[in-house]
């Protein structure tokens, strides 16, 4: 387990965090008027979306990484193509 692992003042820093951080969550649409389960509704929607927002950059961002390597290997000519403006166009 984890938890098991780190020494307790890391553990406790790290659960404060994340116990304030959820708290700011709740307390944003509370604080708004809106109702509890409302408030619940939008914690999970918001990490959910966050979630899947951050899942598409990390994937967009990395994904041709090692297919760049291996096509092009050491040529300047073709990684300055496929890291400029060349790999942009989408057939406009």
């Not at 109702?35 to 509704?41: K, L």
């Not at 999970?44 to 979630?51: A, D, I, P, R, T």
């Amino acid at each position: 387990m984890a938890i098991g692992l780190k020494q307790p003042l890391k553990w406790l820093e790290e659960t404060g965090g994340l116990l304030i951080h959820y708290s700011w969550m709740m307390a944003i649409p509370l604080y708004a008027g809106f109702g509890f389960m409302e408030s619940v509704g939008f914690l999970f929607v918001s990490q959910l979306f966050g979630g899947l927002l951050l899942g598409y950059v990390f994937l967009q961002s990395h994904n041709a990484m090692e297919v760049r390597k291996w096509v092009c290997g050491s040529d300047r000519i073709c990684r300055s193509y496929l890291l400029g403006k060349g790999s942009v166009g989408l057939g406009l």
